[in-house]
């Protein structure tokens, strides 16, 4: 079940380059409407949320963990880290031409997502009021957390109900 999981994620992170393909060629469905590309926008949109919220129905079946107010040495806010491998991602899929050409590109991008398995940063999470930190333990290992407290000092917050996505990336639900 990790495994899948991790895949999805690693699909969930990247879709994004595909949406903003999509509007910018100006795909549309063929729905009968004068604002039917508006409406193509909006699925396109809405597609990438729905799956990223179904990613914590999933994550419910992955490994239960806990971390101790005790042993978190550090934190620190990941949330604005991220900026800058997305905006990367969203000009990548602005300068691609042509379908054979971003699946090429997403493939890529997506494997190296997958492989890397050491973030899965998603910024769709910030919508569902899930923040991102790194964590310092007291055994001097740096793990990546996602989780809707907002964490300001070492030792205030336990975490009793984090799920293992692997062994540096936790979420808690």
Do not use: C
């Not at 999805?8 to 999509?22: D, H, M, R």
């Not at 009968?32 to 699925?43: A, G, N, V």
Request: charge should be positive; hydrophobic fraction near 50%; avoid cysteine.
């Amino acid at each position: 079940m990790k495994f899948l999981y991790q895949l999805f994620l690693a699909f969930n992170s990247t879709w994004l380059i595909v949406v903003v393909f999509l509007v910018k060629e100006k795909y549309k469905f063929n729905i009968l409407d004068e604002y039917s590309t508006y409406y193509s926008w909006i699925i396109f949109a809405i597609i990438p949320i729905i799956l990223t919220g179904l990613s914590f129905l999933i994550a419910i079946n992955l490994p239960k963990d806990t971390l101790r107010n005790s042993s978190v040495k550090e934190i620190e806010l990941a949330n604005n880290n991220f900026l800058p491998t997305y905006l990367g991602y969203f000009f990548v899929s602005l300068g691609i031409n042509d379908i054979s050409t971003l699946i090429v590109v997403f493939t890529i991008i997506y494997i190296f997502t997958f492989l890397s398995q050491t973030l899965y940063f998603n910024p769709i999470f910030l919508l569902f009021g899930y923040h991102f930190y790194f964590i310092k333990t007291s055994g001097n290992v740096k793990i990546f957390l996602i989780t809707r407290k907002q964490l300001k000092k070492p030792g205030e917050n336990s975490f009793e109900k984090l799920r293992r996505i692997n062994n540096y990336t936790f979420i808690e639900l």
